[in-house]
Every structure is written in C-alpha cells, then in structure tokens.
C-alpha cells in the first residue's frame, strides 16, 4: 500500500494570474516584538501578491509576522511602508533583500535595533524615519545608497558607520539623530546634501572625505556641541546655514576653493573667535556672520566685498 505523503506545513497556491505563491510559511517563536524574515526568494505576482503568509502582530506575546516581499527584477525589496507604525522592537533583514522600500518601518516608535543584510544596498526615502527610540543598527559593507530622510528623527540613534561602498547620502538622511555623537563619512562620497545631520545636537567628532566637492545648506545646522571641524581643501561649495546655530564651533579654516561666504553660513557661532580666509575669497553675503559674538576681527583680502550685516552683532569686530 503506497504511503500517503504528509502535506508540508507551507504549501503552494496559484494567484489570480497563474503564479505561484506561498501562503504559510512554519512559525518561529522570537522575542516579543522580535521580527525574523524569511530567509529565500520566491516567484510572486508582481501586482503585489505575497510571497510570504502573515501572522498578527501581537506585543508582548510570542508572536511572529513574517515579511510581505515583493520580487523586483533587481531582487528582493521590502515593500514601501508594510511595516509603518508597527510594534516592532527589533529587526533581522535576511540575506538576500536588496533594497528596503520607502517608509518600509516609519514611525515604528517601539523599535530598537535592526539587523542589515550583506545583501542590502538600498535604503528608501524615510525607511525609518520617526524611529525615536531606534538605539543600534547593525551596518552592512554592501550599502550603496541611503535614500532622503531614512533615519530622520531617529533621536536615540548612537552608531552610524557609513561603508566604504556608499555612493551616495540623501538630503536630511539623519537629520535630528540626537544622540549622534561622531561621524566619518567615505572617501566614496563627494557632496553633503542639505540638512543631513542638521540638529545632531550631540554631534562632537566629524570626519570628512579627502576629496569631498560639496556641503549643501544647512548641512551641520543646530550640531550644538561640534567645536572643530576640518574642511578639506577639495571643496568648492559651502550652502546658506551650512553650520548655523553650532554655538560650540571655535574655529574654521576656509579652503582656497571657497570664493563666497554664502547667507548665515556660521550664523549665531556664539563661541567662533577665529576664522581663516584664504586670498580668493571674493564675497561675504548678508548675515553669513551674524551674531558671532567672540569672533575676532579677521583678516580679509583687499578686494572682498562684504555685505553690510555680513558681521552684525558680532561685539568683538570694531
């Protein structure tokens, strides 16, 4: 007599358009809270159909949710805001997921530590933006891009190791990362977008790249306790309130390449007592200096034009 086969706990169906799915994989009991992502790739529709079952979320109790991925044709990506506002308190990514979509763990206010895949090279827009509690990620050697507001909000976030693999670093990427406290960016990377680690009030140690071009307006804004700063003479490009509102800073050299001081570039440098100008510069705008009220007079090259409020308030300029 033939023996009869014991159906696998996850089994096949068909989706609307022929496709094959899989509707229940097995359970596994984590932590409360604890995520674990399936670890294989499978064909699903690419209208959205699931490639993985679901479970309910339910915190504080032994449950699981499996992740809702979508077969891109680059890979495997987590879908755009799946997880948003969920009582997630951690998260293991496994191999294989490429590219975390926009908003994918938004305002996952429970979250505490994420776990990156080598496989990982993409963070979307906003992937875990408003994350307050976030305390740890876990960074992988393959990440290539980190997409627009990504970890913006992220205010207990303390670890931030940027891979040598990074080609580029979206505009406020992490903006309001209180508890920041240093930062080395690649020797991949060639401009700063806007606000990236604006309000990073804890902020003491910034290590930039060799041959960095480019640092966009308010890039550093509100960093309260960065005191000193090394620009490396490759830039050529220094944004409106780049480094506004960074009370602590006590000094700065500017490279050859920087020919104008743009609008409240170190607006309100309450402790700046000395800025370094080389031969070229050519133009101080209005209130790039406003409010810097320990800076000394400095010494400027005989054919700078400078705005009549580019020093106002500043008590020790006579």
């Known amino acids: 007599m033939p023996k ?26 984590v932590g409360p809270g604890g995520f674990y992502l399936p670890r294989s790739k499978q064909a699903v529709d690419k209208e959205g159909a699931y490639a993985f079952g679901q479970y309910n979320i339910i915190p504080g109790v032994l449950k699981k949710q499996w992740l809702e991925s979508k077969i891109q044709l680059q890979g495997v990506m987590i879908l755009p805001g799946y997880f948003s506002g969920k009582p997630i308190r951690e998260i293991r990514i496994p191999e294989g997921v490429e590219k975390i979509g926009a908003r994918a763990f938004e305002q996952c206010a429970e979250l505490r530590e994420v776990w990156l895949p080598s496989s990982l090279e993409e963070i979307g827009a906003n992937a875990f933006a408003g994350c307050i509690n976030l305390l740890r990620v876990h960074w992988n050697d393959s990440l290539v891009d980190i997409g627009e507001s990504a970890f913006d909000g992220c205010h207990t976030l303390c670890n931030v190791l940027l891979p040598e693999s990074l080609e580029s670093i979206g505009r406020a990427a992490f903006r309001q990362c209180y508890n920041l406290e240093n930062i080395c960016v690649p020797e991949s990377i060639e401009s700063l977008p806007a606000q990236v680690f604006e309000n990073c009030g804890r902020l003491t140690s910034v290590e930039l790249p060799s041959e960095l071009k480019v640092i966009a307006s308010k890039c550093f804004k509100m960093c309260q306790m960065l005191q000193r700063i090394y620009i490396p003479g490759t830039v050529d490009y220094i944004g409106s309130e780049a480094f506004a509102q960074c009370y602590n800073l006590l000094e700065i050299d500017l490279p050859e390449e920087i020919t104008k001081v743009r609008y409240k570039t170190f607006y309100q440098c309450e402790y700046l007592q000395r800025v370094g100008f080389e031969p070229t510069m050519q133009y101080i705008d209005e209130q790039a200096f406003k409010g810097c009220i320990r800076l000394h007079k400095p010494v400027l090259p005989d054919n700078t034009t400078v705005h009549e409020t580019a020093f106002e308030n500043c008590q020790q300029i006579i």
């Open 4 to 29: 009869t086969r014991t159906p696998s706990p996850t089994h096949r169906k068909l989706s609307p358009n022929g496709k094959k799915i899989f509707e229940k994989p097995p359970r596994r009991q």
